[in-house]
Antibody, heavy 120, light 106 residues
Framework: EVQLQQSGPELIKPGASVKMSCKAS????????LYWVKQKPGQGLEWIGY????????KYNKKFKGKATLTSYKSSSTAFLELSSLTSDDSAVYFC?????????????WGQGTLVTVSA | DIQMTQSPASLSASVGETVTITCRAS??????LAWYQQKQGKSPQLLVY???TLAEGVPSRFSGSRSGTQFSLKINSLQPEDFGIYYC?????????FGGGTKVEI
């Protein structure tokens, strides 16, 4: 059974950074692209970027360049999203989602999400 | 960026009815469109990709179609578990973008 277990909620001060994780199980981690998506409270969805854990290739939505950094550790089947210079606009739920073998752009299976709250 | 416009923003329907949600792309995305269902407090679930291909495990009462830059998600014989917010998303070229969502109330 495919599972994407995301790390717990974060309360972060403005200007700081946060790094959240997405641990995959139930499939071969390096065979599928992993996407990240942002959802502000009560609002819609925004694609942040993706990483190919096989070769660590990444692609970002230009809106999130300089804000988001995607990494992965093959040994632990875990992907990470780091957000820097946090503001209130970064308060949101962040989802990781498993894709297909290629970056086809549809999100097959989603993690439960990590709530990030930016507040002094 | 390609803009995705969904309509209606919300609808209410009874069990057994047929419901259609539409999504219009601001430019030609061919058939590169996906649909998701999201329930309150949960993560989205993939329903359809490539405009009309049902994702694994999705009931056959769901169907997707395309006419030019307009796409539709049809739910035949609406079931109580079909409530939630439905989002379209193009997967033609990055950045992939989502529609604003359609809330379906039973």
């Amino acid at each position: 059974e495919v599972q994407l277990q995301q790390s717990g909620p974060e309360l972060i001060k403005p200007g700081a950074s946060v790094k959240m994780s997405c641990k995959a199980s139930g499939y071969t981690f390096t065979s599928y692209v992993l996407y990240w998506v942002k959802q502000k409270p009560g609002q819609g969805l925004e694609w942040i970027g993706y990483i190919n854990p096989y070769n660590d290739d990444t692609k970002y939505n230009k809106k999130f360049k300089g804000k988001a950094t995607l990494t992965s550790y093959k040994s632990s089947s875990t992907a990470f999203l780091e957000l820097s210079s946090l503001t209130s606009d970064d308060s949101a739920v962040y989802f990781c989602a498993k894709g297909t073998a290629r970056a086809t752009g549809w999100f097959v299976y989603w993690g439960q999400g990590t709530l990030v709250t930016v507040s002094a | 960026d390609i803009q995705m416009t969904q309509s209606p923003a919300s609808l209410s329907a009874s069990v057994g009815e047929t419901v259609t949600i539409t999504c219009r792309a601001s430019e030609n995305i061919y058939s590169y469109l996906a649909w998701y269902q999201q329930k309150q407090g949960k993560s989205p679930q993939l329903l359809v990709y490539n405009a009309k291909t049902l994702a694994e495990g999705v009931p056959s009462r769901f169907s997707g179609s395309r006419s030019g830059t307009q796409f539709s998600l049809k739910i035949n014989s609406l079931q109580p578990e079909d409530f939630g917010i439905y989002y379209c998303q193009h997967h033609y070229d990055t950045p992939w973008t989502f529609g604003g969502g359609t809330k379906v109330e039973i």
